[in-house]
């Protein structure tokens, strides 16, 4: 028996109280309401974010002037203030030189106070010139290769770089490190070691990188390759402290007339102790 078609709506609405025992309308005004409220609330919660995120940025920001400020002191320490320390010291010894007319000490002391002058007027124009162009922005293999492809016109010394680490990446305060110590090594070269080559490896040893710079130069003395040299030759000494601050160690290996090697290795993790850029 077909079922009339005017009492199939009747039909449909009985099937769907059956269904649902307590139907609801569909409220629209409630609907804008519960979607106005967690607007509000979404809005409410970025208010009370964004104080936040500002003060966090202003933390970070705190924070990146403070290691900042602690890089320069770092850096005036140690390219200055260790050789006034030191002349101040010769300048003693040379006084008593003087007053006991020992010509031989003082025309010594003298000598190491000009040397120690000289190096310190170096260094400080080191420093002006590394405030003022800072770690290259595409990172240390750039400067790196930069700075190789520069080295002969500059220098006169060709110099050749085998990056075995293609995809090094290192954090920012310790490429630092890393670019400044190959700077002083490479300086040596030019300025000191009278060479005509130099060639710059950096490869992967172990848990950690190595770098190494060799020359043909005419090599150094053997009291410069121990832990201490003399003043004149804070280079060296500023090099072993940076590396001391990468968790690594600094190695020199020369003989006059037969070149000379210095070999930086540090590990990969960044030590805890590290505190100083």
Not at 97 to 123: E, F, P
């Amino acid at each position: 028996m077909q079922t009339p078609q005017g009492d199939r709506p009747t039909i449909a609405a009985a099937a769907v109280a059956e269904a649902d025992p307590h139907p609801r309308a569909f409220d629209v005004p409630a609907a804008r309401a519960e979607r106005g409220a967690s607007a509000n609330d979404a809005a409410g919660h970025d208010a009370t974010a964004a104080p936040e995120h500002a003060r966090l940025v202003r933390e970070a920001l705190r924070t990146a002037l403070a290691n900042e400020r602690q890089m320069m002191a770092n850096e005036v320490h140690d390219s200055l203030a260790q050789g006034l320390t030191y002349m101040r010291m010769r300048m003693s010894l040379l006084r008593d030189a003087i007053r006991d007319g020992d010509d031989v000490r003082a025309i010594k002391y003298w000598s190491d106070v000009d040397s120690s002058l000289t190096n310190a007027h170096r260094r400080l124009r080191e420093l002006i010139t590394y405030f003022r162009s800072r770690m290259d922005p595409q990172g240390l293999l750039h400067a790196l290769q930069e700075t190789t492809e520069t080295f002969l016109d500059r220098t006169g010394v060709a110099l050749e770089f085998a990056n075995r680490v293609p995809d090094l990446d290192l954090p920012v305060g310790r490429e630092v490190q890393v670019f400044h110590i190959v700077q002083e090594a490479l300086a040596n070269v030019c300025m000191h070691a009278n060479a005509r080559r130099a060639r710059l490896t950096l490869e992967r040893k172990g848990a950690g990188y190595e770098i190494v710079v060799d020359d043909d130069g005419v090599g150094i003395a053997a009291d410069l390759v121990a832990e201490h040299g003399e003043a004149g030759h804070y280079g060296i000494a500023i090099m072993r402290e940076r590396a001391c601050r990468l968790g690594g160690e600094l190695t020199l290996d020369s003989a006059p007339g037969a070149g000379t090697r210095v070999r930086l290795y540090f590990p990969a993790m960044e030590p805890q102790t590290e505190s100083r850029l």
